[in-house]
């Protein structure tokens, strides 16, 4: 994307702000929404869907021997509700780092320059906002893909939210991500027959979508998806960054 493009829709995006009685609204999820509404015992008003932009990005590393290397320099970009980013460049080229410092996940040797905003605004990205999927499949194996997701809903889900509730939203996230044919399936290990790869991945894309996150950053996610999964994560989550 060009520089010059992407600067002016920073520069737009930060100078229309959100607020409600002064209180500014980061970009939240709906569930996020709700517990805000709690809280505040007010109505959300206005646009509350996630916009982040990047401007003059760079990000410094400090190898073994002391010395510093710049891995990504003066960056500039957007990513806009409702589109997919896809990540594209030969191997080293900086990807992994460029997603690791917008969604605040970079290495303790890192440092980080320049400007990242939310909706217009420097703001850590809030419960609900943002989810991460990792490269690698981190799951528990003795346990059913219902009892995976079924897990999650429980520790990350609002108490307050009834059982009810979360188990519908765990039934149609599994219906979302097509794993009805193995909801009953053992994840499985090196030992326990499971499901497959491709299976796997789903899986973790969803335990993350099961909070309706507004941005959504994905580690190599294509690695045995389809198409008809790419467009549910599209449908799930407004804004979604794909690093490929």
Same mark, same amino acid.
């Given at each position: 994307?060009?520089?010059?493009?992407?600067?002016? &829709?920073?520069?737009?995006?930060?100078?229309?702000?959100?607020?409600?009685?002064?209180?500014?609204?980061?970009?939240?999820?709906?569930?996020?929404?709700?517990?805000?509404?709690?809280?505040?015992?007010?109505?959300?008003?206005?646009? &509350?869907?996630?916009?982040?932009?990047?401007?003059?990005?760079? &990000?410094? &590393?400090?190898?073994?021997?002391?010395?510093?290397?710049?891995?990504? !320099?003066?960056?500039?970009?957007?990513?806009?509700?409702?589109?997919?980013?896809?990540?594209?460049?030969?191997?080293?080229?900086?990807?992994?780092?460029?997603?690791?410092?917008?969604?605040?996940?970079?290495?303790?040797?890192?440092?980080?320059?320049?400007?990242?905003?939310?909706?217009?605004?420097?703001?850590?990205?809030?419960?609900?906002?943002?989810?991460?999927?990792?490269?690698?499949?981190?799951?528990?194996?003795?346990?059913?893909?219902? !009892?995976?997701?079924?897990?999650?809903?429980?520790?990350?889900?609002?108490?307050?939210?009834?059982?009810?509730?979360?188990?519908?939203?765990?039934?149609?996230?599994? *219906?979302?991500?097509?794993?009805?044919?193995?909801?009953?399936?053992?994840?499985?290990?090196?030992?326990?027959?499971?499901?497959?790869?491709?299976?796997?991945?789903?899986?973790?894309?969803?335990? !993350?979508?099961?909070?309706?996150?507004?941005?959504?950053?994905?580690?190599?996610?294509?690695?045995?998806?389809?198409?008809? *999964?790419?467009?549910?994560?599209?449908?799930?989550?407004?804004?979604?960054?794909?690093?490929?």
């Amino acid at each position: 994307m060009r520089n010059c493009e992407a600067t002016h &829709v920073a520069m737009e995006i930060e100078a229309s702000k959100v607020t409600e009685n002064g209180t500014t609204l980061p970009g939240l999820s709906p569930l996020s929404e709700t517990i805000w509404r709690e809280k505040t015992d007010t109505e959300m008003i206005g646009d &509350v869907s996630a916009r982040l932009t990047w401007k003059d990005l760079t &990000v410094m &590393v400090t190898l073994s021997n002391g010395e510093t290397q710049n891995v990504l !320099e003066g960056l500039t970009g957007y990513a806009e509700p409702g589109t997919f980013t896809a990540l594209m460049g030969p191997s080293g080229s900086g990807k992994s780092t460029l997603l690791d410092a917008l969604s605040s996940r970079l290495a303790a040797n890192a440092f980080l320059s320049g400007t990242i905003l939310l909706n217009g605004r420097k703001a850590k990205l809030s419960f609900g906002t943002a989810a991460y999927v990792t490269q690698d499949d981190n799951l528990i194996g003795t346990l059913t893909v219902r !009892e995976t997701i079924s897990y999650s809903a429980r520790l990350r889900l609002p108490d307050k939210m009834a059982w009810s509730d979360k188990r519908a939203l765990v039934e149609s996230t599994i *219906v979302a991500m097509g794993l009805q044919d193995c909801a009953d399936t053992v994840i499985g290990n090196w030992h326990l027959r499971g499901i497959s790869g491709g299976e796997k991945r789903r899986v973790s894309i969803a335990l !993350e979508i099961l909070m309706r996150p507004r941005l959504l950053f994905l580690d190599e996610p294509t690695s045995g998806l389809d198409r008809l *999964v790419v467009m549910c994560i599209y449908f799930l989550c407004p804004c979604v960054c794909i690093l490929n």
